[in-house]
């Protein structure tokens, strides 16, 4: 079986009205407001942007840089930039100064008391820790085959969480639910087709605490200036959040790659209807990826990705199993990166894609050449610590 499937983007690039809004909210205005909110959270540092050098000579390549967010508020994930900022935006509504104080100040004002969502681990860890923050409740119910250490950590902070015998869309539909039956407020990081405005407003948000990652990066390296930007996607919130700051704010733009495990490959299934309409998957989505096992596209992350991406990949969990190997053990003057599952498969695939000559035919569809500068993100830590360690030894 092929470890990676690659299928370009075809569909018509011209944006229709729902799409156009869709990008006007992730401009640089937008993404320094955000920024300008993290930097008022308690703690708050930049995650670091490592340069691969001895990688990119290796492979032939002329730049490789990664953005670990395992650092990110010791939370061992990214997620929490989402739910974070979606919560201070819900409190203080339009208000052109989002801050963590003036958000927690006017926090009594807000009536609901418990923050309701589905996780496969980052966002709940990241929303448990945002409950902290704002002195509120938290109720999370996570998927069949969750690992305990994922649930545990969640638990640790305060957070109320039940495991279920269902998969992650299934706990979707229970969290917003009981949202509803107990007056909470549904933090969820993806929107359904079926949906209110209203109801979209918080994954929205959420997407867009996510623009601080670049907003970071391009800080971080005033040069930086990538050809190839590959994205974790699993509803497609994270990598739509991305795409869309690179397609409004980045020039040129580069090309945007999309990944996903092969058995939870909704977004790449989607590219393939000629009209553009996402698929879904049911089933137990069976990866290690377990923060991209998602079976039902985002309506938001869809319809930017649909418009912004130049390929869709879908690929084996040996490909990411491959990244975190590769990040773990770095060469000389490289600096180590502990990423997990989900994080290392973007770095698993890149490396397939310039080292397997299987697959030099789709080196040359991406155009990846010794010009290429390529940025990941390793969007996650070793979250299960035993798996980790599992898959980088095995």
Request: aromatic letters at 8%; glycine letters at 8%; proline letters at 4%.
């Amino acid at each position: 079986m092929d470890e990676i499937k690659i299928n370009k983007n075809n569909l018509s690039q011209e944006r229709d009205e729902e799409e156009e809004n869709l990008f006007k909210h992730f401009t640089k205005k937008d993404s320094e407001k955000v920024i300008k909110y993290h930097k008022s959270l308690p703690n708050y540092k930049e995650t670091p942007l490592i340069e691969l050098t001895g990688l990119s000579k290796k492979l032939g390549v002329s730049n490789i840089w990664v953005k670990d967010e395992s650092k990110r508020f010791d939370l061992n994930a990214f997620k929490v930039l989402g739910s974070s900022y979606a919560i201070a935006r819900y409190i203080l509504g339009e208000s052109d100064d989002i801050r963590y104080d003036t958000a927690v100040a006017a926090a009594s004002n807000v009536p609901e008391d418990t923050l309701v969502s589905a996780t496969d681990g980052n966002h709940g860890y990241g929303l448990a820790h945002v409950g902290n923050l704002f002195h509120r409740t938290v109720k999370i119910y996570m998927p069949c085959g969750t690992v305990p250490m994922r649930s545990e950590r969640i638990r640790k902070l305060g957070a109320s969480v039940e495991v279920t015998d269902f998969n992650y869309d299934k706990c979707v539909d229970l969290a917003k639910v009981f949202a509803a039956e107990t007056n909470g407020l549904f933090v969820q990081d993806t929107a359904l087709e079926s949906d209110t405005e209203e109801e979209r407003r918080i994954p929205l948000y959420i997407m867009q605490g996510y623009m601080t990652i670049l907003e970071e990066a391009f800080d971080q390296n005033p040069s930086l200036n990538p050809t190839h930007v590959f994205l974790q996607c699993g509803v497609g919130s994270f990598a739509g959040s991305l795409a869309a700051y690179l397609s409004n704010n980045i020039r040129p733009v580069p090309h945007i790659i999309s990944v996903e495990p092969n058995n939870a490959d909704c977004i790449f299934l989607s590219s393939q209807d000629e009209f553009g309409q996402a698929r879904t998957i049911s089933g137990d989505l069976d990866s290690i990826m377990a923060g991209l096992c998602c079976g039902v596209p985002s309506v938001q992350g869809w319809k930017i990705l649909r418009k912004s991406v130049s390929h869709f990949v879908s690929c084996t969990d040996a490909v990411t199993k491959r990244g975190m190997r590769i990040l773990a053990n770095p060469l000389p003057g490289d600096g180590k990166i502990i990423s997990g599952e989900s994080g290392a498969v973007t770095m698993g695939l890149v490396y397939t894609l310039l080292t397997d000559d299987r697959y030099s035919h789709l080196k040359e569809k991406l155009n990846l050449t010794s010009e290429s500068r390529i940025l990941l993100v390793s969007t996650e830590g070793d979250t299960d610590p035993e798996g980790y360690y599992k898959h980088i030894w095995d």
